[in-house]
């Protein structure tokens, strides 16, 4: 009854609160807004309804007072704390309470077993690579952390690549000279000059947030010789709760200057999140490996909320919600957002023996070549 009346009353007049004057108003466009953009409510266990009975009269109580605002904060969190979306978090701009971010997802992966900080596998991988290996940082910057790349060759006839995130194909473009560039130089020109002593391929993916989607077929392309459908994403239409635009095929395009026939071996791990877990489903599509951890669960791309009709939006000047612009499932109709993608031979991180200079899940990969 609240829902229906909710959205028949009180919604038609929601355009007057795009700045929105108090916690009532933030309150209602902020339950609006995500009623009609969030992109999981087919599948996600929130009783969105119930939250709007249950919250609405606790905001209505709120003033303009730094406890209200850190209340406000308090009540935000848990109303989300059950979503599914991998993406989903809250930053708040009001100078009080500036500093308090809500990422739901974080918070639960910090309470699994085994998690783990992330960590930087480069220095341990070297180890391993033949002389001449390509590396280094490039000049893009992410969240205060600048792209990094490492390629190069193990017992002369493994190709190895890794990079931190996503933003390969423009510091490829970029006229700066950056390393980022010339790992992929190298890299390009093995994957065009594959013979028969190539065992196969390593696309370490492990510490890998994500990134450019435009990367998906710039990098994935070349690794694959047809194009491949390997899942099916839909968007909403932005007016209503299970208003959603028909299914649309995601397709990994190959490009024809190379013609990749190797076994590829995907490593990831807990962090391996958003466009690495793309990468792994549409390249294990394939029949190519994947050995690692469980990934994070963020398979919804995020894109600009100006295109798209569903994903994040802010609440007048008061908060930015980031989340999900389409829902993702496999070819198989699988759904992985939360859960991740489980590895087809599981490898555990093994902190130990990485700080011995070891690296168990490479090594687990080298030994499938052999």
Same mark, same amino acid.
């Given at each position: 009854?609240?829902?229906?009346?909710?959205?028949?009353?009180?919604?038609?007049?929601?355009?007057?609160?795009?700045?929105?004057?108090?916690?009532?108003?933030?309150?209602?466009?902020?339950?609006? *807004?995500?009623?009609? /953009?969030?992109?999981?409510?087919?599948?996600?266990?929130?009783?969105?309804?119930?939250?709007?009975?249950?919250?609405?009269?606790?905001?209505? /109580?709120?003033?303009?007072?730094?406890?209200?605002?850190?209340?406000?904060?308090?009540? @935000?969190?848990?109303?989300?704390?059950?979503?599914?979306?991998?993406?989903?978090?809250?930053?708040?701009?009001?100078?009080?309470? /500036?500093?308090?971010?809500?990422?739901?997802?974080?918070?639960?992966?910090?309470?699994?077993?085994?998690?783990?900080?992330?960590?930087?596998?480069?220095?341990?991988?070297?180890?391993?690579? &033949?002389?001449?290996?390509?590396?280094?940082?490039?000049?893009?910057?992410?969240?205060?952390?600048?792209?990094?790349?490492?390629?190069?060759?193990?017992?002369?006839?493994?190709?190895? @690549?890794?990079?931190?995130?996503?933003?390969?194909?423009?510091?490829?473009?970029?006229?700066?000279?950056?390393?980022?560039?010339?790992?992929?130089?190298?890299?390009?020109?093995?994957?065009?000059?594959?013979?028969?002593?190539?065992?196969?391929?390593?696309?370490?993916? !492990?510490?890998?947030?994500?990134?450019?989607?435009?990367?998906?077929?710039?990098?994935?392309?070349?690794?694959?010789?047809?194009?491949?459908?390997?899942?099916?994403? !839909?968007? *909403?239409?932005?007016?209503?709760?299970?208003?959603?635009?028909?299914?649309?095929?995601?397709?990994?395009?190959?490009?024809?200057?190379?013609?990749? $026939?190797?076994?590829?071996?995907?490593?990831?791990?807990?962090?391996?999140?958003?466009? =690495?877990?793309?990468?792994?489903?549409?390249? /294990?599509?394939?029949?190519?490996?994947?050995?690692?951890?469980?990934?994070?669960?963020?398979?919804?791309?995020?894109? &600009?909320?100006?295109?798209?009709? =569903?994903?994040?939006?802010?609440?007048? &000047?008061?908060?930015?919600?980031?989340?999900?612009?389409?829902?993702?499932?496999?070819?198989?109709?699988? @759904?992985?957002?939360?859960?991740?993608?489980?590895?087809?031979?599981?490898?555990?991180?093994?902190? *130990?023996?990485?700080?011995?200079?070891? &690296?168990?899940?490479?090594?687990?990969?080298?030994? !499938?070549? $052999?």
């Amino acid at each position: 009854m609240v829902y229906f009346f909710f959205n028949s009353c009180k919604h038609d007049g929601l355009s007057d609160y795009e700045n929105p004057r108090n916690f009532n108003e933030i309150f209602e466009l902020f339950w609006y *807004k995500l009623n009609n /953009r969030y992109v999981y409510w087919d599948k996600d266990p929130t009783n969105w309804d119930m939250v709007y009975a249950k919250y609405k009269p606790l905001f209505d /109580r709120l003033d303009d007072s730094d406890v209200s605002k850190r209340k406000a904060v308090g009540y @935000f969190k848990e109303i989300t704390g059950s979503l599914i979306d991998g993406h989903f978090n809250i930053l708040f701009h009001d100078k009080v309470i /500036r500093d308090s971010v809500i990422f739901p997802s974080i918070n639960r992966k910090n309470k699994i077993a085994g998690f783990h900080d992330r960590y930087n596998y480069d220095d341990v991988v070297k180890n391993y690579l &033949d002389a001449g290996f390509f590396g280094g940082k490039g000049s893009i910057n992410i969240n205060g952390e600048l792209i990094n790349s490492l390629a190069g060759t193990i017992n002369k006839n493994i190709l190895y @690549f890794h990079c931190n995130f996503f933003a390969l194909k423009k510091s490829y473009q970029l006229n700066d000279g950056n390393k980022v560039q010339e790992a992929l130089a190298f890299f390009f020109s093995k994957l065009k000059n594959i013979n028969g002593q190539t065992k196969g391929i390593i696309l370490d993916l !492990r510490n890998n947030t994500g990134g450019n989607i435009e990367d998906l077929n710039f990098i994935g392309g070349k690794l694959i010789n047809r194009d491949t459908v390997f899942g099916f994403s !839909r968007s *909403k239409n932005g007016i209503e709760k299970y208003g959603y635009f028909p299914w649309i095929e995601a397709k990994l395009k190959s490009d024809p200057q190379y013609n990749v $026939n190797v076994p590829i071996i995907i490593l990831g791990d807990i962090f391996s999140a958003s466009l =690495s877990e793309t990468f792994i489903i549409a390249l /294990r599509s394939k029949n190519n490996l994947f050995i690692g951890e469980q990934t994070y669960g963020a398979t919804g791309p995020v894109s &600009d909320s100006s295109i798209f009709n =569903s994903g994040s939006f802010d609440v007048g &000047d008061f908060l930015t919600v980031t989340s999900s612009s389409v829902e993702f499932i496999g070819a198989n109709g699988e @759904f992985y957002e939360s859960k991740g993608i489980t590895p087809d031979i599981i490898s555990p991180f093994n902190y *130990k023996r990485l700080s011995e200079g070891k &690296d168990t899940q490479l090594e687990l990969a080298i030994s !499938r070549f $052999n």
